[in-house]
């Protein structure tokens, strides 16, 4: 890493220097480590506009050309010639797996499968009508009371064997949300079955019947799954990184990102853009719900619109799109009132001088959203599928922050301003 370069600081006078950091791709930084000692001055940073949290050799994101690498390879290509366990062992090992390593893999995830039976207890303590967010953070969470045979976390194979634990059982998770929901009865994993194949027999199977996948949907889902699967630091991954640096078990910081992705903001956004739709309703209203998302007195978004990173356009977006197409054309669906309906959205959006000027581009939910309704996954369930796919880059950003030898507790400071220091005065003079 250079650090030749060095960014001057006056303050009151006084000229501090600091060393800039080059990283392979992306804007340098200045390491401002030793401000508070030098100057006695902290930086001022609300939502974290220009402050890198960490250094990560996981994934980056040039927003500005619109390109995400994980591990370095290019998403596009990942999602093209890669399925999405493929890519899990890639994040958390770096490297892509070769055949023996990816077979090897499969069966391990495979073995990993089937949650401990008495969780299935836990379901039973939710109400049917409760959002399956809600159960996944209390169930992921839960898993940190039933694997006490891997917890000393300085051993790097107890953390592998979490790490394949949490990838495992997250699909058994979510879809045992859904029968929950459902009122249907749980359906155990087969083994037969590839990873994505073998979710969508626990989400839609019933034991009343085989239900045999239809490998075009398994092939759209395992793309929506790799293109979920990390995003450096966001929101959610942050709070893991956080979460963890306590020492705090992983299972219960996997929850902690769940609870955080479920935001309208974050991961929400895909349910927020479906029922978006559905207000919208028809062709002939876009043009009002666009002239809301412009008015600064209407709290109004275009749902699946912007992102803080990607300024030029969202590349998973444009997969999505694409996946979008292929599974409506094997369903028959091509005349989809809502696709045509975000079609015209976004048509019109991205002419508008508002849109234009702030750049804000489709998202990832846009499309996600019609694609999960295509296959039959309900709206309140996206979020879930969601956090299966991005619980690989959350474990992974773990993983890298517990072995990374400069790791510290998180503990941002803050710019007090609040009340003067003051006395408590007696009862009666309050
Ligand atoms: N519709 C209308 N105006 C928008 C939108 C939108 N979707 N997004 C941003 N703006 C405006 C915003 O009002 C602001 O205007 P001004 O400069 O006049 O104050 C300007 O664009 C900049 O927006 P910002 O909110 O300051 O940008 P941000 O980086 O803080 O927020 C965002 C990014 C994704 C939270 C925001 O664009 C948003 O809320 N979008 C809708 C929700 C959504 O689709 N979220 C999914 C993100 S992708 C999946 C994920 O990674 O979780």
Redo the contacts with the bound molecule.
Sequence with gaps: MNTERKATLNVDGKTVEFPVMTGTHGNDVIDIRTLGGKTGLFTYDS?FLSTASCKSSITFIDGDKGELLYRGYPIEQLAEQCNFLEVAYLLKNGELPNATEKTEFENLIKRHSMLHDQMTKFYSGFRRDAHPMAVMVGVVGALSAFYHDAMDFSDAEHRSISINRLIAKLPTIVAMAYKYNKGEPFMYPRNDLGYTANFMHMMFGTPCESYEPNPVLVRALDVIFTLHAD?EQ?ASTSTVRLAGSSGANPFACISAGIAC?WG????G?NE??LNMLEEIGDVSRVGEYIKR??D?DDSF????????VYKNF?PRAKLMAKVCSEVLGELGLENDRLFKLAKELERIALEDEY?VE?K?YP????YSGIVQKALGIPTSMFTCIFALARTVGWITQWEEMITDPEYKIGRPRQLYVGAARRDVPSIDKR
Excluded: Q, S, T, Y
Excluded at 264 to 267: D, L, M, N, T, Y
Excluded at 301 to 308: A, D, E, P, V
Excluded at 363 to 366: A, L, S
């Design positions: 939502g995003h966001n992705l309208p903001a974050h991961g956004a927020a853009c998302a412009k600064k978004k275009l749902m699946g619109f912007g992102h803080r969202d849109f702030k804000l998202n990832v939910d846009f």
